[in-house]
């Protein structure tokens, strides 16, 4: 039995590693995932607002051409003026270009507006655009960085597994199999020692009767409280 406890205890040492390798990943690959999600929301603001530019260019395109109708308008009804014969043809003409004169007021009034908010589009596009063109250099180094360090601890675990499959293959099938549960609804602490009759995994006391017991084995119980396998250390035995 001392044994199992031996293979064990290097078995979780080797397993707390290759865990603590597999979280490192995770959190590598969520930074990687957060640098592209960064990125991909500035494009995604600086798409809208080629929409919102497009939008408005066309849009004074028209109210452009609508200026250029009413101004004609006017210069046709002014020409018209030195011709008529009765004052009150003359003053419907006046009232017709009064009329195009304010619409051609309105116009120009709403060119000025569409110009200014072009502008503002304007600023705040280059301003995303120097944003994302910062976060991609800063992106770009930083992935590099990443890929190498997962790299690096893809190999180390490639290792590692090699290693913990030649340990498992030497562990009792039943203890094995426990401690396989164990080790991942305990989050990498299946095995514990019990020291001066408390269990280091959930510093319960454990009943004398039963820690006197794994003196005598040196064997591997369960904890009673915490279900942890328990095992004393053989040189205290």
Do not use: W
Not at 6 to 28: A, C, M, P, S
Not at 150 to 176: F, Q, Y
Request: negative net charge; aromatic residues 2%.
């Amino acid at each position: 039995m001392k044994e199992d406890v031996l293979l064990l205890i290097d078995l979780q040492e080797l397993d707390q590693v290759i865990i603590k390798g597999r979280n490192q990943q995770k959190k590598l690959r969520a930074e990687q995932e957060l640098l592209n999600a960064q990125a991909a929301k500035l494009v995604k603001l600086i798409e809208q607002l080629d929409k919102e530019l497009d939008a408005i260019k066309q849009d004074r395109g028209e109210v452009n051409q609508g200026l250029l109708q009413e101004m004609d308008n006017v210069e046709k009804a002014e020409s018209r003026l030195p011709e008529i014969k009765t004052q009150k043809e003359y003053l419907a003409v006046l009232k017709e270009v009064d009329i195009a004169k304010k619409q051609c007021k309105d116009l120009q009034d709403q060119l000025d507006g569409s110009e200014q908010a072009f502008v503002t589009l304007e600023e705040d596009r280059a301003e995303k655009q120097q944003q994302l063109d910062d976060l991609k250099q800063s992106n770009t180094s930083r992935a590099s960085e990443i890929e190498a360090e997962l790299t690096k601890i893809d190999n180390s675990l490639k290792s590692e597994d090699g290693k913990r499959e030649g340990l498992a293959e030497n562990v009792p099938a039943k203890i094995r199999k426990n401690y396989e549960l164990l080790l991942v609804r305990r989050k990498g602490s299946a095995l514990v020692e019990a020291r001066k009759g408390t269990c280091l995994g959930c510093n319960m006391h454990l009943p004398p009767q039963f820690f006197n017991s794994m003196l005598k084995k040196q064997g591997i119980d369960s904890c009673p409280h915490c279900n942890r396998l328990l095992f004393i250390r053989p040189m205290e035995g």
